[in-house]
Nanobody, 126 residues
């Protein structure tokens, strides 16, 4: 059974940083396409960043330069480093892993055909 468990969320001031972690079991993150989505109150789930087995990454255009996705294959863990956080980054952040072969750009373009974690809350205050 695939399980994705996020951690590292919290409340920070604008301009601060957080690093989210996603510990995977029943799924090897280095062999598939994995990434992060977020959902703000009243809005749909949107793709944040993704990475595949070749190390190719994809980011939402508005986040590129502030967020960095990475993985530790030995720990089978996915990370999202978030810097220069803004109030509009406030959302529930979800770890995700693809069911089928896909590309990082396609992965963050939709929320179907994925395993999901339970989410971790990120709150950024002014």
């Amino acid at each position: 059974q695939v399980q994705l468990v996020e951690s590292g969320g919290g409340s920070v001031q604008a301009g601060g940083s957080l690093r989210l972690s996603c510990a995977a079991s029943g799924y090897t993150v280095s062999t598939g396409c994995v990434g992060w989505f977020r959902q703000a109150p009243g809005k749909g789930r949107e793709g944040v960043a993704s990475i595949d087995s070749t190390g190719t990454t994809s980011y939402a255009a508005s986040l590129k330069g502030r967020f960095t996705i990475s993985q530790d294959n030995a720990k089978n863990t996915l990370y999202l480093q978030m810097n220069s956080l803004k109030p509009e980054d406030t959302a529930m952040y979800y770890c995700a892993a693809a069911w089928w072969a896909t590309t990082p750009s396609a992965f963050i373009g939709g929320d179907r055909d994925k395993y999901w974690g339970q989410g971790t809350q990120v709150t950024v205050s002014s």
